[in-house]
């Protein structure tokens, strides 16, 4: 496969930072593109691509994926990232 076909066949995920509120502290939110998601705590330890990543990492898990390749991240915005990578199903 080459770098195209990794981009246009794999698991693609958003990942987007979001500040505190009066009730919550700062979180990191990854949902993949048929509307699945999952927040997280933001971790004050990491860095913030690291908690992109810990993000990233906890959606292939919520929804059963496991990385089968090279994961490409695009930045460029600026909230978060763009996660992309040739997956597979946990069970298969």
Same mark, same amino acid.
Do not use: Q
């Given at each position: 496969?080459?770098?195209? !076909?990794?981009?246009?066949? $794999? /698991?693609?995920?958003?990942?987007?930072?979001? %500040? &505190?509120?009066?009730? @919550? $502290? +700062?979180?990191?939110?990854a949902?993949?593109?048929? %509307?699945? +998601?999952?927040?997280?705590d933001?971790d004050? #330890?990491?860095? +913030?691509?690291?908690?992109? =990543? =810990? =993000?990233? #990492? =906890? *959606?292939?898990?919520?929804? $059963? @994926?496991?990385?089968? %390749?090279p994961v490409?991240?695009? $930045?460029?915005? !600026?909230? %978060?990232?763009v /996660?992309? #990578? &040739?997956? @597979?199903? *946990?069970?298969?």
């Open positions: 496969m080459t770098k195209l !076909d990794y981009m246009t066949l $794999g /698991f693609h995920v958003r990942t987007k930072f979001m %500040g &505190p509120t009066n009730h @919550r $502290g +700062s979180r990191v939110k949902t993949t593109v048929t %509307g699945k +998601s999952v927040t997280l933001w004050h #330890a990491l860095n +913030s691509g690291d908690n992109h =990543a =810990a =993000a990233f #990492a =906890a *959606i292939c898990m919520k929804t $059963g @994926r496991v990385v089968t %390749g490409y991240v695009n $930045g460029g915005f !600026d909230d %978060g990232y /996660f992309m #990578a &040739p997956t @597979r199903d *946990i069970e298969g």
